[in-house]
């Protein structure tokens, strides 16, 4: 496999186990909902290869965007998760038409011992990194900026504590099932930096889970009898295993591993280097 330089990103406390966008040739445009275009008004279009079928296009005209597939091994309370998320979207944009990506989401708990009732954030970042109030205060405004910059809202306030997360991955694995795991996630994401909200507890996940279009009564029958636990650590332990170790960690086509939260051009690279490697197998 071939790794990106390091970026910004956050490390595991403790490292033991413990739709889609489709591309509408007709008229140049992107979604990740109903084509108002072409045949397909009204429902989402097929999710693999043969893309839209507009009256009138052959094969050659439909395959325009090259199928992309995205893993990222990320963290709901990690800014930086969030962070790399948006500047893979803005690579993404610059690369208009070229990519129809498939973005798959997998467990990373980054204080998998952490207790129920949290922890103040800024004594955790302290206890955890040996940071001063003073630094502390200066990641947040860095990281309020760039958020800003990016289209996402941190909003840091004292007081606020930092969470266990098993149960909102637990919903995430759900969550994929259902479709909606990308819509779940930045909920999570906006949920925990942005709304102010305890993503560890019951109530509010199943509030999430409704923002981001799921039912919250079935997303409280799955975090009352836990049926997707076991799943979620094996997957967490697979991660470990491929010495996955911080947060946040892109593959892109199952071969381009990009760790932290890099800038845009960085993605930008390696799209380029995957797009013309196709290009050159199919000529």
Same mark, same amino acid.
């Given at each position: /496999?071939?790794?990106?330089?390091? %970026?910004?990103?956050?490390?595991?406390?403790?490292?033991?186990?413990?739709?889609?966008?489709?591309?509408?040739?007709?008229?140049? /445009?992107?979604?990740?909902? $109903?084509?108002?275009?072409?045949?397909?008004?009204?429902?989402?279009?097929?999710?693999? %290869?043969?893309?839209?079928?507009?009256?009138?296009?052959?094969?050659?005209?439909?395959?325009?965007?090259? !199928?992309?597939?995205?893993?990222?091994?990320?963290?709901?309370?990690?800014?930086?998760?969030?962070?790399?998320?948006?500047?893979?979207?803005?690579?993404?944009?610059? &690369?208009?038409?070229?990519?129809?990506?498939?973005?798959?989401?997998?467990?990373?708990?980054?204080?998998?011992? /952490?207790?129920?009732?949290?922890?103040?954030?800024?004594?955790?970042?302290?206890?955890?990194?040996?940071?001063?109030?003073?630094?502390?205060?200066?990641?947040?405004?860095?990281? !309020?900026?760039?958020?800003?910059?990016?289209?996402?809202?941190?909003?840091?306030?004292?007081?606020?504590?930092?969470?266990?997360?098993?149960?909102?991955?637990?919903?995430?694995?759900?969550?994929?099932?259902?479709?909606?795991?990308?819509?779940?996630?930045?909920?999570?994401?906006?949920?925990?930096?942005?709304?102010?909200?305890?993503?560890?507890?019951?109530?509010?996940?199943?509030?999430?889970?409704?923002?981001?279009?799921?039912?919250?009564?079935?997303?409280?029958?799955?975090?009352?009898?836990?049926?997707?636990?076991?799943?979620?650590?094996?997957?967490?332990?697979?991660?470990?295993?491929?010495?996955?170790? %911080?947060?946040?960690?892109?593959?892109?086509?199952?071969?381009?591993?990009? $760790?932290?939260?890099?800038?845009?051009?960085?993605?930008?690279?390696? &799209?380029?280097?995957?797009?013309?490697?196709?290009?050159?197998?199919?000529?």
């Amino acid at each position: /496999m071939e790794k990106v330089g390091a %970026a910004y990103g956050s490390r595991v406390e403790n490292s033991q186990p413990g739709e889609f966008s489709i591309a509408c040739p007709k008229k140049g /445009m992107r979604m990740s909902g $109903p084509c108002a275009a072409c045949s397909h008004r009204g429902r989402l279009h097929p999710i693999m %290869a043969t893309g839209c079928n507009c009256v009138g296009m052959n094969m050659a005209e439909q395959l325009q965007g090259l !199928s992309l597939q995205v893993d990222i091994v990320s963290d709901v309370v990690c800014p930086w998760c969030i962070i790399g998320y948006k500047q893979l979207q803005k690579a993404l944009a610059s &690369l208009p038409g070229q990519f129809d990506p498939v973005i798959n989401w997998h467990p990373f708990e980054l204080n998998p011992q /952490m207790p129920a009732q949290g922890q103040d954030l800024r004594e955790h970042i302290a206890q955890k990194y040996g940071t001063s109030a003073a630094q502390s205060q200066g990641a947040r405004t860095r990281l !309020s900026e760039l958020g800003e910059s990016l289209g996402f809202t941190f909003d840091y306030f004292e007081g606020m504590r930092m969470v266990n997360t098993f149960r909102a991955h637990q919903l995430l694995h759900w969550a994929s099932q259902e479709g909606r795991q990308t819509e779940l996630k930045l909920a999570l994401f906006e949920a925990f930096f942005s709304r102010r909200e305890d993503v560890s507890e019951v109530e509010v996940l199943c509030e999430v889970a409704t923002r981001a279009g799921l039912s919250g009564a079935a997303a409280r029958a799955v975090l009352s009898d836990a049926r997707y636990a076991t799943e979620v650590r094996d997957e967490q332990r697979h991660w470990l295993e491929r010495e996955v170790h %911080a947060v946040p960690t892109f593959l892109l086509q199952q071969q381009y591993i990009i $760790p932290g939260a890099q800038e845009a051009e960085a993605f930008v690279r390696i &799209l380029q280097k995957i797009r013309a490697k196709s290009d050159k197998v199919a000529s």
